[in-house]
């Protein structure tokens, strides 16, 4: 089983706060409970999805993190951007979650550099 790598990338001050201000207040972990306020922003590149099935896949997989609040997954772009509490969803969660999503698939997750990430 080829393990995938990921870069978390969040601009925590800025794009947190950006992103996060369009946040809905009923935001949930995906255990149900209720987000931070931590919410973050992470860019994890995806292999692997062949049709919209592998985007509904992916994204109930990391729907179900703890910690997730957003996730948009473009199977275009071979991405997943995920709002989340990084304390709660760390990329090695979300990268497990991805992989082990695909029943039949093989979903593998790379890692992304956004210019101007740095802190």
Not at 43 to 55: H, L, Y
Not at 66 to 73: R, T
Not at 86 to 100: F, L
């Amino acid at each position: 089983m080829r393990s995938g790598l990921v870069l978390f990338v969040a601009g925590a001050a800025l794009l947190g706060l950006a992103l996060g201000a369009g946040c809905d207040s009923s935001s949930t972990g995906g255990d149900g409970s209720p987000g931070s306020g931590k919410a973050e922003r992470s860019v994890f590149t995806v292999r692997g999805m062949t049709c919209q099935g592998c985007v509904d896949t992916v994204t109930r997989a990391v729907e179900a993190v703890p910690g997730v609040e957003k996730v948009e997954v473009s199977l275009e772009k071979e991405q997943a951007v995920v709002m989340a509490d990084p304390e709660r969803a760390t990329p090695e969660k979300i990268v497990a979650a991805i992989e082990q999503a695909g029943s039949g698939s093989e979903f593998e997750a790379e890692p992304v550099v956004e210019a101007g990430s740095g802190g």
